[in-house]
């Protein structure tokens, strides 16, 4: 497995407001992901983080709103930018273990825009 | 129709039943299968991954049936450690597809 992090755990941040989110792994990974999962909801994959190239968004998500860095193979970031209520919610960020297929989580960040 | 699909529950069940959830997927080329348990606030753990000849820890048994295009994941002897959310997850091409979970209560 591996051991990721992720800061900060939690913030409330007001409407309008960017917030950017900090992912590390302790090991080198070639996939990692960016989720997000609203109170009572499953789990909803907002783009695969590519290390020196653009990030791959899913339908529904764009760059502007989430854009996300990838310097190196242990590092990402997920920006929220220009924040609403409706992004209140809590993003999390998974690596695929190489050799395995086994994606593990970080312990997430609960956001709440007020 | 959702690319992976769970019944929500919840199921609640006493201490020491036999549980189990269904997962169904839609797409057929999808490649690699996992169950995974998410307690309340809390990120999703890896619980287990699911193999076309089935596996089993401990007490959890998990089935894979391609033609039908489901999966299964059985409890055994329900602890009441067991309550929490299971979320099984598909994957196509490296990405995971979570179902919405099954929520489990287990009750003395």
């Known amino acids: 497995s591996a051991v990721i992090s992720q800061k900060p755990s939690r913030d409330i941040c007001q409407r309008g407001t960017s917030l950017t989110i900090q992912c590390q792994v302790d090991s080198q990974v070639t996939m990692m992901f960016w989720y997000r999962q609203q109170p009572g909801q499953s789990l909803t994959l907002i783009a695969t983080a590519n290390q020196g190239s653009e990030a791959t968004y899913e339908s529904g998500f764009v760059i502007d709103k989430f854009p996300i860095s990838r310097p190196n193979l242990t590092f990402s970031t997920l920006t929220v930018s220009n924040m609403s209520p409706e992004d209140s919610s809590i993003y999390l960020c998974s690596v695929v273990i190489s050799g395995t297929g086994e994606q593990y989580f970080g312990p997430g960040t609960r956001l709440t825009v007020t | 129709r959702k690319e992976v699909e769970q019944d929500p529950g919840p199921f609640n069940v006493p201490e020491g039943a036999t549980v189990a959830f269904n997962c169904t997927y839609s797409?057929?080329?999808?490649?690699?299968f996992f169950w995974y348990r998410q307690d309340c606030r809390k990120e999703p753990k890896l619980l287990m991954s699911?193999?076309?000849s089935g596996n089993e820890d401990g007490r959890f048994t998990a089935q894979l049936n391609r033609a039908s295009q489901y999966i299964s994941l059985l409890i055994r002897d329900s602890k009441l450690s067991d309550s929490a959310t299971y979320l099984c997850?598909?994957?196509?091409?490296?990405?995971?597809?979570f179902g919405t979970g099954t929520r489990l209560q287990v009750f003395p």
């Open positions: 699911v193999y076309s």
């Open positions: 997850a598909v994957s196509f091409t490296d990405k995971l597809i």
């Open positions: 797409n057929s080329a999808s490649q690699s």
